[in-house]
């Protein structure tokens, strides 16, 4: 087919509607495009449950095997699944999923060898511009004199093994845990890794069923725990884990049913992994997490680094600073030992290790992680995107003690709150980020700010 990639191929991955905007010819011509600009000559892939993966993914393999790549199917899996696969087999890799996406999409997330990323500046322009100019009928090269095998290969053992090669939880006390998969990965993984530990498991939607018929697959909507912060009370459980669909995310609900705020689980988890590291090291956060984060980190020997909104900017700081974790509002965790990718089930077993290993409850054990008030991230739409920014820099630069910061939108800082604007790439959206030292502080400057965008 005749694609527009410029509604396809986004900052970080490939996502859009199959067959619509994408279909299994442009899915191999995506194999072979990936191998000509990462020159590989062996890749990894894998696939979550939505009805197309297994196809797609077998074109890309055709296409990057027509390429004289051989190619290792690692089948079913959760995208931190395919990461540890190319980080274990030292392979490039590309996992078919749209993550959190309603049911009708589908996507490539491809990695170099190692789990590096593959964004529009380490390859995926490049990948692009090969693409549209096969699928519009430009000469592919020759295909390869000798093409690439196809093997299959199971690796959801030795991905648990290696995870639980980083976290003690071999003393831990017996926890009853409630996992809603939302019918994604986490339904595939979380028995193997959490088989054999001392936790009595709850089961929620784990069967693997790519239309979501329970409810979308995304845990940062409030509407999409309310089943699991509901069930976490009436079995009377220490804690809920929540999956997104490619089970690369992981968001945690207290003994009472609150949504522990992914912050205060980076800042626990910063906490552990400085410790295992002898007390000190870099953790990576970006702007928008709370100011908790670089607090926790100084408190426990470590130096934080701030960085701008987005997975590839943290894994690009981890790389150059050989960072030991970073962290991000938005539930992703990414790990030095984990090849610098993001890991939900590693922050998972991270939580349960700390709540197993005394004996107050989550509430309280993450309270000390959790200093501030948020707003969580509201979004806006806006006429001129500049505009408004101006405006707020205008309204906010006339009073005292105020400070401007630009690494990433406008972050402006108060004594005792600051906020962060930031503009949509691809839609006329402004996002705002509230921070303030309690609930009534937050409320007053978030009503405010969003009085002067919203006209």
């Not at 959190?100 to 511009?129: F, S």
């Not at 409810?215 to 089943?227: R, Y």
């Not at 107050?360 to 008030?373: F, G, H, Q, T, W």
């Amino acid at each position: 087919m005749v694609a527009d990639l410029s509604q396809l191929v986004k900052a970080y991955d490939v996502r859009g509607v199959v067959p619509d905007q994408w279909d299994a010819s442009l899915a191999e011509l995506f194999g072979a495009a990936f191998v000509q600009v990462t020159a590989a000559d062996a890749i990894v892939i894998g696939h979550d449950m939505r009805p197309t993966s297994p196809e797609l993914a077998g074109a890309f393999a055709r296409g990057a095997a027509a390429r004289g790549a051989d190619v290792t199917l690692i089948g079913l899996c959760s995208t931190d699944q395919l990461y540890y696969a190319s980080g274990a087999l030292g392979l490039p890799g590309a996992m078919f999923t749209a993550s959190h996406n309603p049911a009708r999409y589908n996507g490539i997330k491809m990695c170099r060898a190692g789990a590096a990323p593959v964004g529009q500046d380490t390859g995926l322009a490049e990948i692009r511009t090969l693409v549209e100019q096969w699928s519009d009928g430009a000469p592919q090269p020759a295909p390869a004199t000798a093409p690439g095998t196809i093997t299959e290969r199971d690796t959801l053992t030795d991905y648990a093994a290696h995870l639980l090669g980083l976290v003690d939880l071999t003393a831990i006390r017996p926890l009853k845990v409630v996992v809603d998969a939302g019918n994604g990965m986490g339904g595939h993984t979380v028995p193997t890794v959490f088989g054999g530990l001392p936790l009595d498991l709850v089961p929620m939607y784990f069967e693997l069923d790519g239309t979501f018929p329970n409810h979308e697959a995304n845990p940062l909507d409030p509407k999409n725990i309310v089943d699991l912060q509901a069930r976490v009370l009436a079995e009377g459980a220490d804690l809920g884990l929540a999956f997104d669909g490619d089970a690369d995310r992981c968001f945690v609900v207290d003994e009472r049913g609150a949504g522990v705020s992914p912050s205060a689980i980076t800042a626990l988890v910063a906490a552990r992994e400085l410790a295992r590291n002898g007390g000190e090291g870099i953790v990576i956060h970006n702007l928008i997490t709370s100011s908790s984060v670089p607090e926790v980190v100084r408190e426990n020997g470590g130096t934080p680094v701030r960085t701008r909104v987005g997975h590839s900017f943290i894994k690009t700081e981890m790389a150059e600073h050989g960072a030991i974790f970073g962290g991000e509002h938005s539930a992703h965790y990414y790990f030095r030992d984990f090849w610098n990718a993001d890991t939900g089930m590693l922050a998972a077993l991270h939580v349960l290790a700390a709540l197993g290993g005394q004996q107050k409850p989550l509430s309280e054990l993450v309270a000390e992680y959790d200093r501030y008030s948020g707003s969580g991230e509201i979004n806006s739409t806006v006429a001129d995107q500049t505009a408004s920014l101006t405006t707020i820099r205008k309204v906010y630069g006339a009073r005292d003690g105020i400070t401007f910061d630009d690494l990433d939108g406008l972050t402006v800082t108060a004594a005792d709150w600051w906020f962060n604007l930031r503009a949509s790439n691809t839609e006329p959206l402004l996002r705002l980020n509230v921070e303030a030292k309690d609930e009534k502080t937050m409320a007053a400057v978030r009503d405010e700010v969003l009085g002067l965008i919203r006209g």
